[in-house]
């Protein structure tokens, strides 16, 4: 058994150039298995509520001056959701407020084909993780820069399957 923590403080958070803190992302997805274990071309996606509420959304968190913004995403996926597997090509970047501090931000978002579901991960009390279709998650989603992330996904998934 792996023992993992949740890395805390802001010591060694990134800020662009014009103070905005720089935040990454993931779109951890699957698709679905068949009744008889056969993995279909139905699109599941994985969200996470809010530590500090119900509301919906992809992990993310701080990007650190010690890792790659690829490594963040992955830690973000095991921190907040609980899950590992394989960072894609970058989806974009987005420039927001957050309403609950009202300050800036940039944000990377990846897409993260899930390999494993953990048992136990650093924040399973303080969270809850729910894998649903792509619709469902669009509706769900508190953050439009996210919703536009997983647009993007779905159509760069949709292009690869023409």
């Known amino acids: 058994m792996v023992c993992l923590v ?3 403080g802001r010591h060694l958070q990134r800020y ?3 103070g905005r803190r720089q935040v990454v992302g993931c779109i951890p ?3 679905k298995r068949s009744n008889d274990g056969t993995i279909t071309e139905e699109l599941e996606v994985l969200l996470i509520s809010s ?3 119900q509301k919906m959304m992809f992990p993310k968190g701080g990007w650190e001056l010690d890792e790659s913004r690829e490594e963040a995403a992955v830690r973000e996926s095991i921190e907040e959701a609980g899950v590992i597997g394989n960072v894609e090509c970058e989806l ?3 420039y927001f407020i957050s309403k609950s501090h009202g300050t800036f931000y940039e944000g990377h978002m990846f897409p993260l084909l ?3 579901e953990l048992e136990f991960w650093p924040e399973q009390n303080v969270r809850r993780r729910t894998w649903m279709n792509v619709e469902e998650a669009r ?3 508190q953050h439009w820069w996210m919703k ?5 996904f779905v159509e760069r998934l949709s292009s690869l399957q023409q």
């Open 6 to 8: 949740s890395r805390t």
């Open 16 to 18: 662009d150039n014009l």
């Open 29 to 31: 997805y699957r698709f």
């Open 51 to 53: 530590q500090k509420g």
């Open 92 to 94: 974009g970047k987005w």
């Open 114 to 116: 899930v390999k494993e």
């Open 139 to 141: 509706d769900v989603c």
């Open 148 to 152: 536009e992330a997983l647009d993007i």
